[in-house]
Each structure stands twice: as C-alpha cells, then as structure tokens.
C-alpha cells in the first residue's frame, strides 16, 4: 500500500504562485510515476503533470506548460506542484496519484493511488 497527502493549497490572486506538496509512506519502492490531476466543479478530473520516480522525467499539459513546474524529492518522499502565473481556471481541487506498473498517463485510471485533494482557489 502507499498513502498520500497533499497540502499547500489555499486562496490566491490572479498572478500569484503557489506549490502543492504531496509526502508518500508505505511502498514508495513500488511507484513508477506520480503525477498531479485536478478536478473544478461539474468537471472531470484532467491531468496536469507527470514525473518519473526513478529517470525524474516530467511531462506537463498545455494548459498548464511554462507556468506550472512538477518536481521531486526522493529523499523526502515529496512530489511538488510549483504553480506560478495562476490563473482562475486554474481553481480546482488537486489531487497526486501513484502509478505502481507503467510511465506517465493521462488517464486517471492507471493510476492506483490517490491523495485526499488541496483546494486550489484563483480570484480574479
């Protein structure tokens, strides 16, 4: 089993930054890929970010490339979501999740770990 938990969410203004944290216990030896979703309102959860436990690649969306930075301390256990530029599309609740068998997806379903979710909140 692995568990996560996320924090570093809050309310911030239109061009603000702020960074998500996410620690990780248990079986941390068995991911392969952590990755942070985000999911508004009446949405679907999207994809935001990717990285690589052991090579640290990442892969970012488009909506989210040269403004968002995905990531990692392995000495920690810690996975960071730097946000930066913030806009108020951006306000969602984020969630990090765990892949224990492949790379990088973009769908939610291969992945099988989920943090609690940070509430991400932009003001205009």
């Known amino acids: 089993q692995v568990q996560l938990v996320e924090s570093g969410g809050g309310l911030v203004q239109a061009g603000g930054s702020l960074r998500l944290s996410c620690v990780t216990s248990?079986?941390?030896?068995?991911?392969?890929?952590m990755a942070w979703f985000r999911q508004a309102p009446g949405q679907e959860r999207e994809f935001v970010a990717g990285?690589?436990?052991?090579?640290?690649?990442?892969y970012h969306a488009d909506s989210v490339k040269g403004r968002f930075t995905i990531s990692r301390d392995n000495a920690k256990n810690t996975v960071y979501l730097h946000m930066d530029s913030l806009k108020p599309e951006d306000t969602a609740v984020y969630y990090c999740?765990?892949?224990?068998?492949?790379?990088?997806?973009?769908?939610?379903?291969?992945?099988?770990?989920w943090g609690q979710g940070t509430q991400v909140t932009v003001s205009s």
């Open positions: 248990g079986r941390t030896y068995s991911i392969y890929s």
């Open positions: 990285i690589r436990s052991e090579s640290g690649s990442t």
């Open positions: 999740a765990a892949d224990t068998a492949r790379g990088i997806s973009l769908s939610t379903s291969d992945y099988d770990y």
